[in-house]
């Protein structure tokens, strides 16, 4: 079920991603909003969209944020590289990129699992 947003909410998310740069002021002066307006009256409603839409910003930014890592894996000592690395995890980890860790385990055919004793309630 997707809500029908106005002309202005439309255009507000839009200028916030794009020409506003995340600034909500700027963006409702862009979507047409009376400089009066309060925030909250116009947040409020659109909240999940603009959640929605920062969160497609990112995932549109996780190439970018992949391939800075890659880069610093070519050149580790370019200028800046413990900050590329330091906001390209934050992009990876907040667009859904999740580092993949695994348990190996092994075991010859005779394991045994010691596990600590039980505590039985003495009532």
Same mark, same amino acid.
């Given at each position: 079920?997707?809500?029908?947003?106005?002309?202005?909410?439309?255009?507000?998310?839009?200028?916030?991603?794009?020409?506003?740069?995340?600034?909500?002021?700027?963006?409702?002066?862009?979507?047409?909003?009376?400089?009066?307006?309060? *925030?909250?009256?116009?947040?409020?409603?659109?909240?999940?969209?603009?959640?929605?839409?920062?969160?497609? *910003? *990112?995932?549109?930014?996780?190439?970018?944020?992949? *391939? +800075?890592?890659?880069?610093?894996?070519?050149?580790?000592?370019?200028? +800046?590289?413990?900050?590329?690395?330091?906001?390209?995890?934050?992009?990876?980890?907040?667009?859904?990129?999740?580092?993949?860790?695994?348990?190996?385990?092994?075991?010859? +055919?005779?394991?045994?699992?010691?596990?600590?004793?039980?505590?039985?309630?003495?009532?």
């Amino acid at each position: 079920m997707t809500k029908q947003l106005t002309e202005k909410q439309q255009a507000l998310i839009d200028a916030l991603g794009g020409e506003a740069q995340g600034n909500i002021r700027r963006a409702m002066d862009i979507a047409g909003y009376s400089k009066g307006t309060r *925030l909250h009256s116009i947040i409020n409603p659109i909240r999940e969209e603009i959640i929605d839409s920062a969160t497609t *910003l *990112l995932a549109m930014n996780a190439h970018k944020a992949a *391939l +800075g890592l890659v880069g610093i894996i070519d050149d580790p000592s370019a200028l +800046g590289a413990r900050n590329v690395v330091s906001a390209a995890k934050e992009v990876l980890d907040r667009a859904g990129v999740v580092r993949r860790e695994q348990l190996d385990v092994k075991a010859s +055919g005779d394991a045994v699992f010691i596990l600590p004793p039980k505590n039985v309630d003495q009532d």
